[in-house]
């Protein structure tokens, strides 16, 4: 289920990623001869609308739109419809569209996740008005009786029980108390990690509250985690400020690694491939619908800006093109262009292999 919930997050993102240059071209007067959903060979044809066929392909790991003369050659050229014939500024808003689409994807999938609501620490005014409430482990004391039992950190805790009775709550007060008046005999448990209920068993010992040692006690801070339900209207003002505020922070980790590279200082443990992404994936929508709009939204927003990065075979390497040719007034000589496109390819896939071989090894390891 994880792998399919990756798969049809990434083919949604650059779907909306060519849709925008779609869109962006038909508005330039630009011939567009094939809009794909994934990458050939051809499975069949959807449907045409104008000169557009809408197809389907075989790939399932994306998409693709097909403008008339983006690759240039002399037929093209003479075309007043065709991309290369159009001027620098207009290529460069068609190739700047789906960057653009994807941000603002972004921005709708953060502000849908806000109205959807994703867990959060609540304060004791927010539980009444908190829906999915859960008390949740914030932090496990090494060598603590909580330690020892195995609990570990974002475990929710669903009851427990004694020999002198059961707790069912959700205030980490009421919890606190009925550790304390268990008087060091042996609390079972029932917890959820995962998605997956368990029963742990742990035995509470003082000397752990520093203020009061002889306070019984597990070594665990818990919270209240709950979704607090938000205005369309607050979602929307809110959704923006987070957006902007992920896109800088993108940004700035972006530069940092890639300078990194050119260093050779880059830190690629902090980097994810496919199968780190895959994995994120799986384990935010296990955590439900809010928290998958958030890391979709968070990938979008990763796509827009790689692809913004001048790298030849990316948007951003396209764009650099067209800033030279306006500079020299003249295309670039097509053998330079395509040797190059392929260089940067070739660094693309070895960014990619690298990658995803240290997220296999972190899986392994």
């Given at each position: 289920m994880t792998?399919?919930?990756?798969?049809i997050g990434i083919v949604v993102l650059i779907v909306v990623h060519e849709f925008g240059h779609l869109v962006a071209?038909?508005?330039?007067?630009?011939?567009?001869?094939?809009?794909?959903?994934?990458?050939?060979?051809?499975?069949?044809i959807i449907g045409k609308i104008g000169e557009t066929i809408f197809s389907l392909n075989w790939l399932p790991f994306g998409g693709f739109v097909k403008i008339y003369g983006e690759d240039i050659d002399s037929e093209s050229v003479k075309d007043a419809r065709a991309f290369s014939s159009k001027n620098r500024a207009v290529q460069a808003l068609v190739l700047i569209a789906g960057i653009a689409m994807n941000l603002l994807f972004a921005y709708v999938l953060i502000t849908g996740a806000l109205i959807a609501g994703t867990p959060q620490a609540l304060s004791p005014n927010e539980i009444a008005n908190a829906r999915n409430t859960q008390l949740a482990v914030a932090e496990v004391l090494p060598?603590?009786?909580?330690?020892r039992s195995g609990l570990l950190e974002g475990d929710s805790i669903l009851s427990a029980k004694d020999v002198w009775g059961e707790w069912r709550a959700n205030d980490?007060?009421?919890?606190?108390?009925?550790?304390?008046?268990?008087?060091?005999?042996?609390?079972?448990?029932?917890?959820?990690?995962?998605?997956?209920?368990?029963?742990?068993?742990?035995?509470?010992?003082?000397?752990?509250?520093?203020?009061?040692?002889?306070?019984?006690?597990?070594?665990?801070?818990?919270?209240?985690?709950?979704i607090v339900p938000v205005s369309f209207f607050y979602a929307i003002s809110e959704g923006a400020s987070l957006t902007w505020g992920a896109i800088s922070l993108t940004a700035s980790g972006l530069l940092h690694f890639f300078y990194g590279i050119f260093t050779l200082r880059a830190?690629?443990?902090?980097?994810?491939?496919?199968?780190?992404?895959?994995?994120?994936?799986?384990?935010?929508?296990?955590?439900g619908f809010g928290n998958l709009l958030s890391i979709m939204a968070i990938i979008s927003i990763n796509l827009a800006l790689i692809n913004l990065i001048p790298i030849p075979a990316l948007d951003g390497g396209r764009l650099l093109f067209v800033g030279i040719e306006s500079i020299i007034r003249r295309p670039i000589n097509a053998k330079i262009a395509n040797a190059v496109n392929?260089?940067?390819?070739?660094?693309?896939?070895?960014?990619?292999?690298?990658?995803?071989?240290?997220?296999?090894?972190?899986?392994?390891?």
């Open positions: 792998i399919l919930i990756f798969i071209a038909k508005l330039s007067k630009m011939r567009v001869d094939e809009f794909g959903l994934g990458y050939p060979p051809r499975v069949a060598a603590s009786p909580a330690a980490p007060a009421s919890f606190s108390t009925f550790v304390a008046a268990s008087h060091g005999d042996s609390i079972t448990l029932d917890i959820k990690r995962n998605g997956i209920e368990q029963t742990v068993i742990a035995t509470p010992a003082t000397d752990i509250v520093p203020d009061d040692p002889a306070h019984y006690a597990l070594g665990v801070e818990v919270a209240t985690v709950g830190d690629f443990s902090q980097v994810a491939g496919p199968v780190g992404i895959a994995s994120a994936v799986g384990s935010e929508a296990a955590q392929s260089l940067g390819f070739a660094f693309l896939v070895l960014l990619m292999v690298v990658v995803t071989a240290h997220d296999i090894f972190k899986i392994v390891g």
